[in-house]
């Protein structure tokens, strides 16, 4: 069974971090565009940070740079969002995407293939 599963959200107070974890099974994220999306209730899903197949380039929305980092362990095929100096603006669903085939050019925010069911991230004091 093809899935990715996240794990590692919570409530968190304001200022604080969370690591966000991505596995996936029944496919392997070699060489695959990865991406971290989230959407908090009323908003439309958005685009937080990919990174292409290589490894080599990462994207961020202006909101999270310089606090969010993504990051992949391909021996473990998986995928990490390191959140640092979190704020109320970063409640919401987050979800792990990849692409289903090779992707090492500059990653973009469309054309995933695969979903995690998403973890809940809730930054309050």
């Known amino acids: 069974q093809l899935q990715l599963v996240e794990s590692g959200g919570g409530l968190v107070q304001p200022g604080g971090s969370l690591r966000l974890s991505c596995e996936a099974s029944?496919?392997?994220?070699?060489?695959?565009?990865i991406a971290w999306f989230r959407q908090a209730p009323g908003k439309e899903r958005e685009g937080v940070s990919c990174m292409s197949g290589s490894g080599g380039s990462a994207q961020y929305a202006d909101s999270v740079k310089g606090r969010f980092t993504i990051s992949r362990d391909n021996a473990k095929n998986s995928v990490y969002l390191q959140m640092d100096s979190l704020n109320a603006d970063d409640t919401a669903v987050y979800f792990c995407a990849a692409t289903k085939y090779i992707m090492v050019g500059l990653c973009m925010f469309r054309g995933y293939d695969y979903w995690g069911q998403g973890t809940q991230v809730t930054v309050s004091s």
């Open positions: 029944g496919f392997t994220l070699n060489n695959k565009a």
